[in-house]
């Protein structure tokens, strides 16, 4: 750890007249992602002799009272905090952003960050809310593949943050959460900062995140913060929480020449064995209608590649759940709009990462007592390949119904695909490439019919106003199919129109939805996707469902604060349209008419101007776009405030769906 140095103004008097506890001190990080040994730092005049780590607090108090004799002396001054070296065990984890709402409970490591740490890797991005703060860590992930930092305040920024977090749960999304914590009461030093606090500030979010741990020394922080990144990288994903107390951030250093910060290692994946994917290249080879399903089977841009070359060499059906950008969408053997036909054809099913296998595989009916029906043919086979099959939780229930297969693979998925791959081109012979392709000549003509009733089915009501949601989705991917471009928020309040009509055949294209359909998600996955494309220079665009951006609109702000380029074309429909078909649909069930579901359900008397509203927190916004002949024009000068490197809203009334 480099030594800090003096600034012009004189420290001691610095801290006497604004009576602040801590100097701004600039020093020169380690960055290294290696072992890094920590000088003894320096200790004022007389200061007693260093204790063992485990007195600290001890060491602290004795250091206090030989520079500070009397009541009237100046205030203690800390030339190597503790934080400090927390801030060196998150650059040698290898974090860019850190995402973050203030509070006292960090305020040392946040001081850390910015001074001694230099702001830069990992750079605080400004939130204005927890929930956003994880939501970026979300939407970061699934573009860039690592995690982000997110510091919560105590009690209160860990509740706001944890339907963030429960989506990320969901999603299986590695997010690294650090929660500050006044741990030690003698430190509390106001009413404040008892409600802030708590014994065990993680066991809010225990059940929803994959680790925690609250090190009791700074060693033990630094090896916690590996571990918390390698158990959090480790499939399935899911996020992770340190809790830091105020008084490891605070005190100074101790005299430990042994302190260090461990390398970080990352495990490799877990591969299916070779058995098992044997015997499913044998069921594939042989099927005669083979499907793949695959939901989160893409962890990186190999994966697609992967999954491309397996479709390709069965000429398969492919179903695609959207979980991530897992195939093409205008590949041939694409079948995912007519999944169900494919299902009820299929003699051999291979999920691959499905968080609903049984949802597959069956259809639901009823409204008041829902029941199922099977859509497979008899004596089809079933096959999983899940690595959610390796970390389960008991409370909440994101692990869906119980479907029996007849080969399940606990494993990950991606992992296990060039092993899969392999054996199946074993198994070819000529026969069986000869029939493989008159298989994938039928599933490309269905595939093509089945795009071509889309492009039809979206010129209905072309020309209404309110807008249609597919003359909204054509009409963005007029603008934007030319472009590198990124597609970063949820399909399923838009009917599903730009995966059924854009061209979508890289990594980046899509990031899936909330996972845990927590409204709140899109406004800021958006913007943290949208942070991780700035550096690749892509355009990325977002269609933003109305209720979801005011559960969390001050995320406008961190986007136009931090120069965050980023297209937001409002599906502007006035209402939560889910709950209003809900609504309707138990006023149906209870025989009492459907004319009163608006209320309680939509955004309406008054209008909400999100064009005002974006333009408020310093962003490009439009006027409310009605007319679609309006659209264009208003999405080509959006566009080009994005290409500037600013963020652009573009405010469109829409029809419901």
Same mark, same amino acid.
């Given at each position: 750890?480099?030594?800090?140095?003096?600034?012009?103004?004189?420290?001691?008097?610095?801290?006497?007249? %604004?009576?602040?506890? /801590? =100097? @701004?001190? $600039? *020093?020169? !990080?380690?960055?290294?992602?290696?072992?890094?040994?920590?000088?003894? #730092?320096?200790?004022?005049?007389?200061?007693?002799?260093?204790?063992?780590?485990?007195?600290?607090? %001890?060491?602290?108090? /004795? =250091? @206090?009272? $030989? *520079?500070? !004799?009397?009541?009237?002396?100046?205030?203690?001054?800390?030339?190597? #905090?503790?934080?400090?070296?927390?801030?060196?065990?998150?650059?040698?984890?290898?974090?860019?952003?850190?995402?973050?709402?203030?509070?006292?409970?960090?305020?040392?490591?946040?001081?850390?960050?910015?001074?001694?740490?230099?702001?830069?890797?990992?750079?605080?991005?400004?939130?204005?809310?927890?929930?956003?703060?994880?939501?970026?860590?979300?939407?970061?992930?699934?573009?860039?593949?690592?995690?982000?930092?997110?510091?919560?305040?105590?009690?209160?920024?860990?509740?706001?943050?944890?339907?963030?977090?429960?989506?990320?749960?969901?999603?299986?999304?590695?997010?690294?959460?650090?929660?500050?914590?006044?741990?030690?009461?003698?430190?509390?030093?106001?009413?404040?900062?008892?409600?802030?606090?708590?014994?065990?500030?993680?066991?809010?979010?225990?059940?929803?995140?994959?680790?925690?741990?609250?090190?009791?020394?700074?060693?033990?922080?630094?090896?916690?913060?590996?571990?918390?990144?390698?158990?959090?990288?480790?499939?399935?994903?899911?996020?992770?929480?340190?809790?830091?107390?105020?008084?490891?951030?605070?005190?100074?250093?101790?005299?430990?020449?042994?302190?260090?910060?461990?390398?970080?290692?990352?495990?490799?994946?877990?591969?299916?064995?070779?058995?098992?994917?044997?015997?499913?290249?044998?069921?594939?080879?042989?099927?005669?209608?083979?499907?793949?399903?695959?939901?989160?089977?893409?962890?990186?841009?190999?994966?697609?590649?992967?999954?491309?070359?397996?479709?390709?060499?069965?000429?398969?059906?492919?179903?695609?759940?959207?979980?991530?950008?897992?195939?093409?969408?205008?590949?041939?053997?694409?079948?995912?709009?007519?999944?169900?036909?494919?299902?009820?054809?299929?003699?051999?099913?291979?999920?691959?990462?499905?968080?609903?296998?049984?949802?597959?595989?069956?259809?639901?009916?009823?409204?008041?007592?829902?029941?199922?029906?099977?859509?497979?043919?008899?004596?089809?086979?079933?096959?999983?390949?899940?690595?959610?099959?390796?970390?389960?939780?008991?409370?909440?229930?994101?692990?869906?119904?119980?479907?029996?297969?007849?080969?399940?693979?606990?494993?990950?998925?991606?992992?296990?695909?060039?092993?899969?791959?392999?054996?199946?081109?074993?198994?070819?012979?000529?026969?069986?490439?000869?029939?493989?392709?008159?298989?994938?000549?039928?599933?490309?003509?269905?595939?093509?019919?089945?795009?071509?009733?889309?492009?039809?089915?979206?010129?209905?009501?072309?020309?209404?106003?309110?807008?249609?949601?597919?003359?909204?989705?054509?009409?963005?991917?007029?603008?934007?199919?030319?472009?590198?471009?990124?597609?970063?928020?949820?399909?399923?309040?838009?009917?599903?129109?730009?995966?059924?009509?854009?061209?979508?055949?890289?990594?980046?294209?899509?990031?899936?939805?909330?996972?845990?359909?927590?409204?709140?998600?899109?406004?800021?996955?958006?913007?943290?996707?949208?942070?991780?494309?700035?550096?690749?220079?892509?355009?990325?665009?977002?269609?933003?469902?109305?209720?979801?951006?005011?559960?969390?609109?001050?995320?406008?702000?961190?986007?136009?604060?931090?120069?965050?380029?980023?297209?937001?074309?409002?599906?502007?429909?006035?209402?939560?349209?889910?709950?209003?078909?809900?609504?309707?649909?138990?006023?149906?069930?209870?025989?009492?008419?459907?004319?009163?579901?608006?209320?309680?359900?939509?955004?309406?008397?008054?209008?909400?101007?999100?064009?005002?509203?974006?333009?408020?927190?310093?962003?490009?916004?439009?006027?409310?776009?009605?007319?679609?002949?309006?659209?264009?024009?208003?999405?080509?000068?959006?566009?080009?405030?994005?290409?500037?490197?600013?963020?652009?809203?573009?405010?469109?009334?829409?029809?419901?769906?």
């Amino acid at each position: 750890m480099a030594k800090s140095k003096k600034t012009s103004v004189d420290r001691r008097s610095f801290l006497k007249n %604004a009576t602040v506890g /801590a =100097a @701004a001190l $600039a *020093a020169t !990080p380690v960055t290294a992602a290696t072992a890094v040994p920590i000088p003894q #730092p320096s200790r004022p005049r007389n200061a007693a002799a260093p204790l063992p780590p485990v007195s600290r607090r %001890a060491e602290a108090e /004795a =250091a @206090a009272a $030989a *520079a500070n !004799p009397g009541p009237n002396s100046d205030p203690i001054t800390v030339d190597h #905090p503790g934080s400090d070296f927390m801030v060196d065990a998150f650059k040698a984890a290898g974090f860019e952003y850190l995402c973050s709402n203030p509070g006292n409970s960090f305020r040392s490591l946040h001081e850390s960050f910015i001074n001694y740490g230099a702001n830069k890797n990992p750079e605080f991005i400004t939130c204005c809310h927890e929930e956003s703060a994880v939501g970026m860590a979300h939407g970061y992930f699934k573009i860039e593949g690592k995690p982000l930092l997110v510091c919560v305040h105590g009690t209160v920024g860990v509740q706001h943050a944890s339907m963030a977090i429960y989506d990320a749960f969901c999603d299986r999304v590695p997010v690294v959460v650090v929660l500050g914590n006044f741990g030690d009461a003698q430190t509390r030093a106001s009413f404040v900062n008892w409600t802030h606090s708590a014994q065990d500030p993680a066991e809010l979010i225990r059940d929803f995140v994959k680790w925690d741990d609250q090190p009791a020394t700074l060693q033990g922080f630094a090896e916690s913060v590996m571990r918390a990144y390698r158990v959090a990288m480790t499939p399935p994903y899911m996020p992770v929480a340190l809790v830091c107390n105020t008084d490891l951030q605070e005190f100074p250093l101790p005299s430990n020449p042994a302190l260090r910060v461990p390398a970080l290692t990352l495990d490799r994946p877990p591969q299916g064995d070779s058995g098992s994917v044997q015997q499913t290249a044998q069921w594939l080879v042989a099927a005669e209608n083979p499907v793949i399903v695959a939901d989160r089977a893409a962890r990186t841009p190999a994966g697609l590649a992967l999954m491309i070359e397996l479709v390709e060499t069965l000429q398969a059906a492919v179903i695609d759940r959207n979980g991530r950008m897992n195939f093409p969408t205008r590949h041939p053997l694409n079948q995912t709009e007519r999944g169900g036909s494919a299902i009820g054809e299929a003699d051999v099913i291979l999920g691959l990462e499905l968080t609903d296998f049984y949802g597959i595989v069956n259809a639901y009916y009823g409204d008041v007592y829902p029941r199922t029906r099977s859509l497979t043919k008899p004596g089809v086979k079933l096959i999983s390949i899940n690595s959610n099959d390796l970390y389960l939780k008991s409370n909440y229930q994101d692990f869906q119904r119980y479907q029996a297969e007849n080969l399940a693979i606990a494993a990950d998925a991606e992992a296990t695909l060039p092993s899969l791959i392999e054996a199946v081109k074993k198994l070819l012979t000529d026969d069986r490439k000869r029939m493989f392709q008159d298989r994938g000549a039928k599933l490309a003509a269905a595939h093509q019919r089945i795009f071509a009733q889309n492009r039809d089915l979206a010129a209905n009501g072309w020309d209404a106003s309110p807008i249609s949601t597919a003359r909204l989705s054509a009409e963005i991917w007029n603008q934007i199919r030319n472009e590198d471009w990124s597609f970063v928020s949820n399909c399923q309040f838009v009917s599903r129109w730009p995966l059924r009509l854009w061209d979508f055949n890289k990594y980046y294209h899509y990031i899936g939805g909330e996972g845990g359909y927590g409204v709140g998600y899109g406004a800021p996955a958006s913007v943290g996707a949208a942070l991780a494309n700035r550096k690749h220079g892509r355009l990325t665009v977002s269609i933003q469902n109305d209720g979801d951006l005011m559960f969390g609109p001050g995320v406008l702000w961190t986007a136009a604060h931090h120069r965050i380029p980023l297209l937001i074309v409002m599906h502007n429909n006035r209402a939560y349209h889910q709950e209003v078909m809900e609504v309707q649909r138990m006023a149906d069930v209870h025989e009492r008419g459907i004319t009163r579901a608006g209320i309680g359900t939509t955004l309406v008397d008054p209008a909400i101007d999100y064009g005002k509203l974006a333009q408020s927190m310093g962003m490009h916004g439009s006027a409310p776009i009605a007319d679609p002949g309006d659209l264009a024009p208003a999405l080509r000068e959006a566009i080009a405030v994005v290409k500037s490197g600013e963020p652009a809203l573009v405010n469109v009334v829409t029809q419901p769906r």
